[in-house]
Every structure is written in C-alpha cells, then in structure tokens.
C-alpha cells in the first residue's frame, strides 16, 4: 500500500515537469501547440493537455537551373 502511495505522489508531481518538457521540444522544433493542426501543418509531436505539435510544410521549390 505504501508503494502504490509513493507512486503516486511521485507521478503526480512530476506529470506538470513532464509535460512541460513536452511543449519545450515542440518550440525547439519551430512548431505549435494547438487542438489540431492544419492542411499545411503536419504533426511532429505531442504537447501537454492532449495538444498535438504541429509544423508548416515547406513548399516544394522549383528547380530554376531546369528551366
């Protein structure tokens, strides 16, 4: 009983430092945290509170060199 207690205690008060680690490895990647993400954006990630990472697409270049 006492183990499953400390787990708990332990979980509970680490979950807002996980999920902020979370949100910080979205920001270096230069995406967002929102509810979903868009035609342009793909998802890379997860975020906190159930937010997905999204990031906008590059657009494909056109190769002036073949023109």
Same mark, same amino acid.
């Given at each position: 009983? %006492?183990?499953?207690?400390?787990? /708990?205690?332990?979980? /509970? /008060?680490?979950? &807002?430092? %996980?999920? *902020? /680690? ?8 230069? *995406? ?5 993400? !868009? ?8 975020? !906190? ?8 697409? !590059? &657009?494909? *270049? ?6």
């Amino acid at each position: 009983m %006492r183990t499953s207690l400390f787990l /708990f205690a332990v979980f /509970f /008060f680490l979950a &807002p430092a %996980r999920s *902020g /680690f979370f949100d910080e490895k979205c920001y270096k990647l230069k *995406g967002k945290c929102i509810e979903s993400c !868009q035609i342009n954006e793909e998802l890379i990630g997860l975020c !906190q509170k159930s937010l997905k990472c999204c990031v906008a697409l !590059q &657009p494909c *270049g056109i190769n002036k060199e073949g023109s």
